[in-house]
């Protein structure tokens, strides 16, 4: 092993450094594992589930279709995944791994949603659509991901996708509220532009009674499109038949690991991130020219993410309902801001 290998390994190590990652990996080697069944998880974010704190901004919505478990599907990325997870030593070549493919869209806008003109005291329009493969390996009760996302910057989905929920709203509730956004031909690389991110995360449970609750560590790092470090916590409390990697926190933007459908069961959770963010293409744009875009100085560098939620699971669905927030991301006069919205999760085994 060289030792731009041996440093890299090392370094890896540290950011996750639970102390037992270097035994997990290996302990996962070669086990005779049974196969899941396939299964389908549908997540939908959108500020408008939290009722009474709508405040129609920041991360507006998110759609995401993982289709886990799978022998076949879009796996493009698949071989490069497995290819950097052996390169850098953190795969044994046996491991017992589960996977699957995600195919998601994220939107963001400004307060100012009827405002044709840039605004250079908000936070841009931004939208990425992206297919994720991710290999996830796990024991009962710690698991490591790999995921790379390939995605496109700047189309004009989001536009016609914000529209058609604001329209439906209003014909819903009979009112003016929410307007059409004015503003989208001002996104992060309007027009189209490629991108690509990596990360790994690991999550292993620190304390916990089985089938009652569980406490769990949780560590990341994030590399491309979206370049940050973060640490966390999670909290389970119920009757609880799925392991602790299984939580459904954040699933399309940053991912959960991978849905479980172990058996019937209930919980209450709660979960939070601590994020250092280096570089995000969806505030501070990439290569092509974008009308707002912040520099690194406006960035706020420690983000703070958390989230509540219920889950319930009988065979064969699964459902959450989560409400999820975070600190501002800018230090930038109206963006300077934190910000929720709520989520709805189903996660289908056939």
């Not at 540290?14 to 070669?30: D, E, K, Y």
């Not at 030593?89 to 044709?116: C, H, K, M, Q, W």
């Not at 992206?130 to 009760?141: A, P």
């Not at 532009?193 to 690991?202: D, H, K, Q, S």
């Amino acid at each position: 092993m060289s030792t731009v290998n041996i440093l890299i390994r090392y370094l890896l190590l540290c950011l996750f450094g639970t102390g037992t990652l270097c035994l997990v990996i290996p302990l996962m080697a070669g086990e005779a594992r049974p196969q899941h069944d396939r299964g389908v998880g549908l997540y939908f974010d959108q500020d408008l589930l939290t009722a009474g704190f709508n405040q129609d901004r920041d991360y507006t919505t998110g759609v995401a279709a993982e289709f886990f478990w799978q022998e076949d599907g879009l796996y493009l990325l698949d071989r490069p995944v497995k290819w950097l997870g052996h390169r850098f030593g953190l795969l044994a070549e046996d491991a017992y791994f589960e996977r699957s493919f995600i195919l998601g869209s994220v939107n963001f806008t400004p307060d100012d949603l009827s405002a044709s003109r840039p605004q250079f005291d908000d936070r841009p329009y931004a939208s990425l659509i992206y297919l994720g493969n991710k290999r996830v390996y796990t024991d009962d009760i710690s698991a490591l991901a790999l995921e790379m996302r390939i995605g496109v910057l700047g189309t004009s989905v989001a536009r016609e996708i914000q529209q058609a929920l604001h329209a439906s709203w209003r014909d819903v509730t009979d009112d003016r509220e929410p307007v059409d956004p004015k503003g989208w031909q001002h996104q992060i690389s309007n027009g189209g532009e490629p991108t690509l991110g990596f990360r790994v995360a690991y999550a292993e449970r620190l304390a916990g009674a089985k089938g009652r609750w569980d406490l769990t560590g949780t560590t990341s790092t994030s590399l491309g499109y979206q370049t940050n470090a973060s640490v966390g916590l999670s909290l389970r409390a119920g009757d609880i038949a799925s392991p602790v990697w299984s939580l459904p926190y954040d699933p399309i933007n940053r991912g959960s690991f991978l849905p479980s459908l172990a058996g019937n069961e209930w919980y209450l959770w709660a979960a939070y991130r601590a994020r250092v963010v280096a570089y995000d293409v969806l505030l501070q744009g990439q290569f092509r020219d974008s009308a707002v875009t912040f520099n690194s100085d406006q960035l706020r560098h420690v983000v703070h993410d958390a989230g509540v939620g219920v889950t319930l699971s009988i065979e064969p669905m699964q459902v959450t309902f989560a409400i999820n927030g975070k600190t501002s991301e800018l230090n930038v006069l109206k963006a300077d801001r934190s910000h929720l919205w709520g989520g709805m999760y189903v996660m289908l085994r056939y």
